[in-house]
């Protein structure tokens, strides 16, 4: 199986499982809550396809940009991390607002040239805008 994450969407975390073609996909919207939910919500959503981390042999995400800077970011982290201990190939797909199928179609063909986990980074499209503390 391979696991499609897309988390560059406003507040929603997707989803998407599938061989051949997508079997099952999950579409939640989380609000600001990416970071508490979406390792449960991956954990869930494969219980519910009848899957086991083991069942997964590769793993597509959205890179962006798109979404918030944190979620993005979360999304990256857990494929890469995902890929690394299951020892499984992972790969990223830019673009704004990308489909699931569109993730699919675009990284499932990159996905079978390869054979190892890489490292991939976000792409957020301009800088975080992440402020400097207030001076007391």
């Known amino acids: 199986m391979l696991l499609i994450v897309q988390t560059a969407v406003p507040n929603r ?3 998407a499982l599938g061989e051949k073609s997508i079997s099952a996909t999950l579409d939640e919207e989380v609000g600001f809550h990416q970071s508490e939910v979406l390792l449960k919500l991956t954990e869930k959503f494969l219980r519910q396809a009848r899957c086991t981390w083991q069942d997964v042999r590769g793993i ?3 890179l962006g940009p798109g979404g918030s ?8 982290v857990m494929a890469n991390t995902l890929a ?3 020892k ?3 790969v990223g797909v830019t673009g704004e607002k990308k489909t699931l ?3 699919w179609e675009a ?3 990159h996905l079978e040239a390869s054979s ?6 976000p792409h957020y499209g301009q800088p975080p805008s992440i402020t400097k503390p207030k001076k007391k």
């Not at 800077?69 to 990256?76: M, N």
């Open 107 to 109: 990284g499932r063909k």
């Open 60 to 62: 597509i995400v959205a």
């Open 84 to 86: 690394w201990s299951l």
């Open 101 to 103: 199928q569109q993730l």
């Open 116 to 121: 190892r986990p890489v490292i991939l980074q």
């Open 13 to 15: 975390i997707q989803l």
């Open 88 to 90: 499984i190939p992972n």
């Open 69 to 76: 800077f944190t979620a993005l970011r979360l999304g990256v």
